[in-house]
């Protein structure tokens, strides 16, 4: 049996008192009212400072009928102003929507940091999604004039090695993933590559590490451009001059795919040409399980 109390704000409040004993959908809490109003704007707030009437169940507890299971981390915040949700929580839309029917803003602006750095898999993701990526690796010889002076040029020669991914992927989020964490490294500084076709399943990289020998100008004038990789903790802490990696081999763009992928809940499926040698394949498949 739920009682409402009084509307008049003076009653509600004078009826409030520490401890206060919480039946949120059927789970106890206890709490004290400095807790409950550390918000004082949200809805807690003004149920706790009497400009909103409380229900009580039959043995007096204030009953609130939302999702009593998630609300542990909504009050846990609230004691300490820190988000603390274990490792693998999967019920993040629940809690965002609990914390914004309580309209607890700090929480809410906690969650969206939270969700930007929590992988995509644990955001859900389409079981059997599938990558298959193919890459290639060419060294060509450039021929270029090094100006020492005016009218003064010496013809000199370099190796470079031009690399090209053809990467398919059914998971549209994961693209989008890839698209954010790699990045080209042009004379205009860093831009982010798109996917190739309207269906956003397919990306192409292209690019070219800067050899020592060939200087910058040069580079520039053959219009290539290199490929970086954020670093996202590196990104978190605010060090931005870190947070990209050169990729100056086909190995080590490998190798970053492999961490995104399998972070994701990517396996591998197929490697070739030799399974063992797998920064070294020439094409991958991977299956998200």
Request: net charge negative.
């Amino acid at each position: 049996m739920l009682n409402l109390n009084s509307s008049d704000e003076n009653s509600n409040r004078s009826s409030l008192q520490d401890p206060v004993s919480l039946n949120v959908g059927g789970e106890i809490y206890t709490t004290t009212l400095d807790t409950l109003t550390r918000c004082q704007d949200s809805m807690l707030g003004a149920m706790f400072t009497g400009q909103i009437p409380v229900l009580r169940d039959s043995r007096g507890n204030v009953f609130i009928d939302r999702d009593g299971k998630v609300f542990r981390y909504i009050l846990n915040y609230l004691r300490s102003s820190a988000l603390d949700l274990p490792d693998g929580f999967s019920e993040l839309a629940l809690l965002r929507r609990e914390v914004d029917f309580f309209q607890i803003r700090p929480l809410l602006e906690e969650l969206c940091r939270y969700e930007a750095a929590v992988p995509l898999s644990l955001k859900g993701g389409p079981l059997g999604a599938m990558i298959m990526v193919n890459v290639e690796s060419k060294v060509r010889i450039l021929h270029f004039n090094l100006r020492h002076a005016p009218e003064n040029y010496e013809l000199r020669t370099c190796l470079v090695a031009a690399f090209t991914v053809e990467l398919f992927c059914t998971w549209r989020a994961f693209m989008a993933l890839l698209c954010e964490r790699f990045s080209y490294k042009t004379s205009k500084g860093l831009t982010s590559p798109h996917p190739c076709n309207p269906r956003q399943n397919r990306l192409k990289l292209e690019w070219v590490p800067r050899p020592e020998e060939l200087p910058q100008e040069q580079y520039n004038k053959q219009r290539y451009q290199g490929l970086t990789v954020c670093n996202a903790d590196v990104t978190q802490s605010g060090d931005i001059i870190n947070a990209h990696r050169e990729i100056t081999d086909m190995q080590g763009f490998v190798e970053e795919l492999l961490k995104l992928s399998l972070a994701e809940g990517f396996k591998l499926d197929l490697v070739t040409p030799d399974p063992v040698e797998i920064l070294n394949c020439t094409s991958l498949r991977l299956i998200k399980c």
